[in-house]
């Protein structure tokens, strides 16, 4: 009989209106667990998980995206999936994105660049309350990085972000407060220096470990584009 191992003990994540928060994780498996969960396609063995308004899933998850219809069938599942209005999302996603000639093509003609972009652009375009990142805030081409950037900057004050990341210039620049995530117990942060101190620190007692677990994070990057 297979003994289960508990991966997350004693998680607890605050992410409040207006909140710009960074999520340091020492484990590609113990982050990608943590945001399952804080997005609600997961649910924990104990404890809970009180959302108030609603919550993306971590974008920019390609996951949900079928590769055989086209941008505008994926646009409207996803609307009816989170009921909102499937003509203006449409029309939110194709003025981000600019792939208007590219609407009604199946999406495993698009180039891999431009799947993320559009997977990036679904979840901006619907208001959610708190937004969920996986890895990156700003993805894309130049272009469309700075769609990114302004979406990010015109947040109403309610609504509030995590984003799980390595990236200290990311960090540094759009969040104000962190947690470290590791061994299954997460750390709060009020600011993100003394967190991006504590979390070299971490990664440099680690060593080769660390190094390993981010070769792993780039293979699976790879094999999330369909």
Known sequence: RRRRRKVLRSLTIRVGPGDRVALLATKRAEKDLALEVLSGSKF??????????RTSWPLPGLFFLSPIHSAATNIRFIARLHEVDADRLMKRVVNMTDC???????LKKWRPVTRQELAYAIGACIRFDTYIFDEHLIVGRPEFQLKCAQFLTMLRPHQGFLVATRAEDVIRQYCTSAYILDRGETTYYRAVGPALRDFRKMLSDQGDSVEEEQDSDEEAEESDMF
Do not use: R, Y
């Open 44 to 53: 924990p063995d104990g404890g809970k998980v009180d959302f108030v308004g």
């Open 100 to 106: 208007g000639e590219s609407i009604n093509s199946p």
